[in-house]
């Protein structure tokens, strides 16, 4: 296992197309074909992923995003259903 495990992911300076590739958000039938068909998830895993952006926060350099994913600060703090709303 050592010896086939690669740490981390390729850097590149820009991905064309990525946001094509999420759910646009407007049916669960979105967040199925690329969470369950397309990343082979269930929905267990694919709610614990979403729900993982509830907390936190994006760095420019390291994802494109920078902030918390919620409307402020006071809201990324709360552990509730707030990001799926």
């Known amino acids: 296992m050592v010896h ?3 740490w981390g992911r390729q850097k590149a300076s820009s991905c064309s197309g990525s946001g094509d590739r999420l ?4 049916s669960c039938k979105d967040s199925q074909e ?3 068909d397309r990343m082979g998830l269930t929905w267990k895993d694919a709610t614990a992923l979403l ?9 420019n ?3 494109g ?5 919620m409307p402020n600060v006071e809201k990324a703090m709360q552990w509730d259903k707030g990001y799926y709303e």
Do not use: C, D, N
Request: aromatic share 12%; charged share 10%.
């Open 4 to 6: 086939t495990f690669l």
């Open 23 to 26: 759910p646009k958000g407007e």
């Open 34 to 36: 690329v969470f369950l």
């Open 51 to 59: 729900g993982a952006h509830t907390v936190g926060r994006g760095q």
């Open 61 to 63: 350099h390291l994802s």
């Open 65 to 69: 995003h920078h902030g918390t994913w």
